[in-house]
């Protein structure tokens, strides 16, 4: 079974471009969340959502980040307009629900903003 | 409010040696979950156990074994004749059954396996 989908990879920007990043949880999982890992704050959970709805956005660092789950294969997390200390690797994570409260991982976009 | 904490940064040691990486934790739910995850040199973030607050049995699963401990808020992680390939960092998260669903994270423990 193909697990979480994270695209691209790689993204590097200028700053103030800019910045779509794509996930595809595990088919079947209703919950989706949004983290970054960077090395001075670790792996923060930045918005989660279930069935689709968003649940929790206070991780979610300004406006400039906005987050999107227009169905239950697809999520975006877009920053306009980015800057240098957005830099990080964000992971889009899924679960199934009910009793499984584990969450799979993607293998995370690593972004830099120069 | 939830914090997880490994007051391990590093840890290096020598195949086939033992190794323990501590975790202790801090929460007012009654019901929660703990994790354990692996991010190995690849970068992504491996699930390896799952634990419920209700459930201090010890599990064992090949040559990695958990030590949960309710009474000192601790779940310890123990990898018996470790191997080059564990090298890792290994992050342990709290989890509440109720509301809020999200992991917390520990900072990580980045253990290297030297042959």
């Known amino acids: 079974d193909a697990g979480v989908i994270q695209s691209p990879r790689h993204e590097v920007t200028e700053m103030g471009q800019e910045v779509t990043l794509r996930c595809k949880p595990i088919?079947?999982?209703?919950?989706l969340f949004w983290y970054r890992q960077t090395m001075m704050r670790g792996l923060e959970l930045l918005i989660y959502f279930n069935n689709n709805v968003p649940i929790d956005d206070s991780g979610m660092p300004e406006d400039r980040f906005s987050a999107k789950m227009p169905n239950a294969s697809f999520s975006t997390l877009k920053i306009q307009p980015s800057e240098p200390r957005d830099s990080a690797v964000y992971f889009c994570?899924?679960?199934?629900?009910?009793?499984?409260?584990?969450?799979?991982f993607g293998p995370g976009t690593r972004l830099t903003v120069t | 409010a939830q914090k997880v904490t490994q007051a391990q940064t590093e840890i290096s040691v020598v195949e086939k040696e033992d190794v323990t990486l501590d975790c202790v934790y801090e929460?007012?739910?009654?019901?929660?979950?703990l994790f354990w995850y692996k991010q190995p040199p690849s970068g992504e973030l491996v699930f390896l156990i799952r634990?419920?607050?209700?459930?201090?049995q010890n599990e064992i699963s090949g040559r990695y074994s958990w030590n949960f401990q309710k009474s000192t808020s601790s779940f310890n992680f123990t990898i018996t004749a470790s191997q080059v390939v564990d090298s890792a960092v290994y992050f342990c998260?709290?989890?509440?059954?109720?509301?809020?669903?999200?992991?917390?994270f520990g900072q990580g423990t980045r253990l290297t396996i030297n042959p």
């Open positions: 994570a899924s679960r199934l629900g009910g009793a499984n409260y584990e969450q799979y």
């Open positions: 998260a709290l989890s509440a059954l109720r509301g809020a669903q999200k992991l917390v």
């Open positions: 088919s079947g999982h209703n919950s």
């Open positions: 929460t007012r739910d009654t019901t929660y979950y």
């Open positions: 634990r419920n607050s209700f459930d201090e």
